[in-house]
């Protein structure tokens, strides 16, 4: 029986800032933490983003999240977007935003950057890296060091995105590995889909690597439909490569979807054939869904796959990833076990119960660090 006397925890209020919404495995992570933290009495009122996309609006509507945006466009390019720079005008938009906030934590490099800017004084400030940080235009490395001696806590997600963190002056123990929750483990499969199936689910970009695996699937003697999920550039480069290898039947695009785990559900394999990876959300969510799951030997997938959960192949090499999908689709299939037990630790309350384990924490107040434009 709860005791009235004992004293209760007071809710404690987060901006939480993100540089850019659009529909993304950092974005989607960053929503599901956010809704699963409010269980536990940690609340963001509301979003607060840099740059916005109305597709990235409505996702954020699924988690019923009020959203405010600094800009909104559909043309957001790598080179201009607040997700790899920093920019002055959101800064000051920001600082008004955040007068009633007890914690900061800005996801994505243009978003900490600002929060570090305008975060009042004595507010602990947080930041979450989801990238390796190759900046597509230019080099803000000596802005990213100016601000990170206002930041209490990086939250590094995969080992360039920690190696990073330690090359602009943050001390090991304010870097802790960046946790993203995963999508529900819902094994229940769409209807109607072929089996046996190939399934890649993620954006559309050179460094997931989907031409990769269209090119691998083009190297198998029998390849069954393959489901790539998703959205991106690249999507009409894709279409074209299909049609290019004989595989305009075969190679079936449906989209971006908010579940890619029933498109993923029962698949023969999944493959994240990325060229860059800090972590990938698709490669967990097929370990908890019990699917093979066959990526490539980059960054944190090492990790990720590592210890028999998965089957890692060297990058830009469709010849070693048709060989390995061919004797996947054969039958031999590693053990399951180890990678359900290790997606378990990514689902949305046990990322959440680790991170309101942080903000409560001791590490939080180091607040003395003066940011110098």
């Given at each position: 029986?709860e005791?009235?006397?004992?004293?209760?925890?007071?809710a404690?209020?987060?901006?939480?800032?993100?540089?850019?919404?659009d529909?993304?495995g950092a974005?989607?992570?960053?929503?599901r933490?956010?809704e699963a933290l409010?269980?536990l009495?940690?609340v963001?009122?509301?979003?607060l983003?840099?740059?916005?996309?109305?597709a990235?609006l409505?996702?954020a509507?699924r988690f019923?999240?009020?959203?405010?945006?600094f800009?909104?466009?559909e043309?957001i390019t790598?080179?201009?977007?607040?997700q790899?720079?920093p920019?002055?005008?959101?800064?000051?938009?920001l600082?008004?935003?955040?007068?009633?906030?007890?914690?900061?934590?800005g996801?994505m490099?243009?978003a900490w950057w600002?929060?570090?800017?305008?975060?009042p004084?004595?507010v602990?400030v947080?930041?979450s890296?989801h990238n390796?940080l190759t900046?597509?235009?230019?080099?803000?490395t000596?802005?990213?060091?100016?601000?990170?001696?206002r930041?209490?806590?990086?939250?590094a997600?995969?080992p360039?995105?920690g190696?990073?963190a330690?090359?602009?002056?943050l001390?090991?123990?304010?870097?802790l590995?960046?946790?993203?929750a995963?999508?529900?483990l819902?094994?229940?499969p769409i209807?109607?889909?072929?089996?046996?199936?190939?399934t890649?689910?993620g954006?559309?970009r050179e460094?997931k690597?989907?031409?990769?695996?269209?090119?691998?699937?083009?190297?198998?003697?029998?390849?069954p439909?393959t489901?790539?999920?998703?959205d991106?550039?690249m999507r009409?480069?894709l279409?074209?490569?299909?049609?290019q290898?004989?595989?305009?039947?075969?190679?079936?695009?449906?989209?971006w979807?908010?579940?890619p785990?029933?498109?993923?559900?029962g698949?023969?394999?999944?493959?994240?054939?990325?060229r860059e990876?800090?972590?990938?959300q698709?490669?967990?969510?097929?370990l908890?869904l019990?699917?093979?799951?066959?990526g490539t030997?980059?960054?944190?997938?090492?990790h990720t796959l590592?210890?028999?959960?998965g089957?890692?192949?060297p990058?830009?090499k469709p010849?070693?990833l048709?060989?390995?999908?061919?004797?996947?689709?054969a039958?031999h299939r590693?053990?399951?076990?180890?990678?359900?037990?290790?997606?378990?630790?990514?689902t949305p309350p046990?990322?959440a119960?680790r991170?309101?384990?942080v903000y409560?924490?001791?590490?939080?107040?180091l607040?003395?660090?003066?940011?110098?434009?």
């Amino acid at each position: 029986m709860e005791d009235p006397g004992a004293p209760k925890e007071v809710a404690m209020r987060v901006g939480r800032i993100i540089g850019v919404l659009d529909p993304g495995g950092a974005q989607l992570s960053a929503l599901r933490l956010t809704e699963a933290l409010g269980a536990l009495g940690i609340v963001s009122t509301r979003l607060l983003v840099g740059d916005a996309t109305p597709a990235g609006l409505a996702l954020a509507e699924r988690f019923h999240l009020p959203v405010e945006a600094f800009r909104v466009s559909e043309g957001i390019t790598q080179e201009t977007s607040l997700q790899w720079t920093p920019c002055e005008g959101f800064a000051e938009w920001l600082a008004p935003r955040l007068t009633q906030v007890d914690l900061v934590h800005g996801h994505m490099f243009g978003a900490w950057w600002a929060a570090a800017a305008a975060a009042p004084c004595g507010v602990p400030v947080l930041a979450s890296e989801h990238n390796a940080l190759t900046w597509p235009a230019q080099d803000h490395t000596a802005a990213a060091a100016r601000a990170a001696a206002r930041l209490a806590v990086m939250f590094a997600h995969g080992p360039a995105a920690g190696a990073f963190a330690e090359r602009i002056g943050l001390p090991p123990d304010r870097i802790l590995p960046g946790r993203s929750a995963i999508g529900t483990l819902d094994r229940r499969p769409i209807a109607d889909l072929p089996v046996p199936r190939i399934t890649f689910a993620g954006r559309f970009r050179e460094d997931k690597g989907p031409d990769l695996l269209v090119e691998a699937v083009a190297r198998l003697a029998d390849p069954p439909p393959t489901y790539l999920v998703g959205d991106g550039p690249m999507r009409s480069r894709l279409l074209s490569l299909a049609r290019q290898r004989g595989l305009a039947d075969l190679v079936r695009l449906p989209g971006w979807v908010p579940a890619p785990e029933r498109w993923m559900a029962g698949s023969s394999v999944h493959v994240v054939p990325s060229r860059e990876e800090a972590w990938s959300q698709s490669a967990v969510l097929g370990l908890g869904l019990g699917v093979p799951v066959v990526g490539t030997r980059v960054d944190g997938l090492q990790h990720t796959l590592g210890s028999g959960r998965g089957l890692l192949v060297p990058p830009e090499k469709p010849d070693v990833l048709a060989a390995v999908l061919a004797d996947v689709l054969a039958g031999h299939r590693p053990d399951p076990t180890p990678g359900r037990r290790y997606a378990a630790e990514f689902t949305p309350p046990a990322v959440a119960a680790r991170y309101a384990e942080v903000y409560r924490s001791p590490r939080c107040q180091l607040t003395d660090g003066i940011f110098s434009r």
